[in-house]
């Protein structure tokens, strides 16, 4: 933390708020407080019965991410993409069950602010990035990838996506400053990355402004089509991500008015044949795009497989050799 501290230096000192961190903070403090007043109530009482509320209050969402898992299975089983297998499933639900406390209880509500957006131009010889997170999340849960860039030298800047439950078509403000932002730093259009929601809202800003240039937008497990558990969404940006749903459907429209052909050349879209939130599998890919199977990966922790970090950040290396990727659109 130290070092991550040190490293701010010559880093944007303005901290965009989050919301969402502040509700994270007081559901982890929360649960805390819990398990220890249950801990203390039933301890003299039933060791027992205080060891299994202890269980199930810290680590409940395992069966959660379980049953998402069998129904993932489930839907998947007519789709294109080759099956997970059982094996390859339970590996999925021991990745998600060991990140996403880190993800969710850690950097996120308590480490968000950590490792801030860069704002002063650089000689850097590649595109800067602009993370784009995804439901439920805020810019802590791109640290890794943050780590990485400022280890190589790379400018990035990053969102919250906010109203958190909010209109994704809302979002597309904040994309168009954060994709402002990392032009200046660089002179060149950036490389998008973006995790689950925060494709679609990459979209939504694309079909805005056709104009925009980005040297490529790089989507990680996110929901191009929908996902089955949509259905059960009463949010508006959930409900927008329904198995081919009405703002699906327009989205795709104002895409095709700007570009009939070739939407979608410079997308990247990562997917996963045993993710357990963007199911059937085959939604996370795109019609002409770089679509790239990451069998036996999780949802949260597919953003934070190797081959998806190194590869995506290939693409930074390759621009910086070509100067082609000025005029990408």
């Excluded at 649960?31 to 007043?37: D, E, G, Y």
């Excluded at 000689?123 to 190589?152: I, K």
């Excluded at 795009?289 to 990966?297: H, I, Y």
Aim: net charge positive; glycine share 8%; with cysteine.
């Amino acid at each position: 933390m130290i070092s991550e501290t040190r490293a701010c230096i010559g880093r944007s000192t303005e901290l965009r708020s989050s919301r969402l961190a502040r509700l994270q903070q007081a559901l982890v403090l929360g649960a805390l407080v819990f398990t220890l007043a249950w801990l203390g109530f039933w301890w003299s009482r039933s060791p027992v019965i205080a060891v299994v509320g202890v269980v199930l209050s810290l680590g409940g969402y395992a069966l959660v991410l379980g049953l998402e898992g069998v129904a993932a299975a489930w839907v998947n089983r007519q789709d294109p993409s080759p099956p997970a297998g059982w094996r390859g499933l339970a590996g999925a639900w021991w990745q998600e069950v060991r990140v996403a406390p880190v993800v969710f209880a850690w950097r996120q509500p308590f480490r968000w602010a950590s490792l801030p957006d860069d704002t002063e131009p650089t000689e850097a010889d590649t595109p800067a990035v602009v993370f784009v997170h995804g439901f439920v999340c805020n810019r802590g849960f791109w640290l890794p990838w943050m780590r990485q860039l400022r280890a190589r030298g790379i400018p990035y800047v990053s969102v919250n996506l906010e109203p958190v439950f909010g209109d994704i078509d809302d979002y597309i403000p904040l994309i168009e400053d954060a994709v402002r932002r990392a032009h200046e730093l660089t002179g060149r259009p950036p490389l998008l990355v973006c995790h689950s929601m925060g494709g679609l809202a990459a979209r939504a800003w694309k079909a805005a402004s056709p104009g925009a240039a980005v040297h490529a937008v790089v989507t990680i497990g996110s929901p191009h089509r929908g996902t089955w558990l949509g259905h059960f969404s009463r949010v508006a940006n959930g409900r927008q991500m329904r198995l081919d749903g009405g703002w699906l459907r327009a989205l795709e429209e104002r895409e095709a008015r700007h570009a009939p052909t070739g939407a979608y050349t410079n997308f990247v879209c990562w997917y996963s044949n045993a993710d357990n939130i963007v199911f059937p599998a085959s939604t996370a890919t795109l019609p002409g795009a770089d679509n790239r199977l990451v069998p036996g990966a999780a949802h949260v922790a597919m953003a934070f497989q190797p081959r998806v970090m190194d590869e995506s950040l290939a693409m930074l290396a390759s621009a910086g050799r070509s100067p082609s990727e000025r005029t990408a659109s």
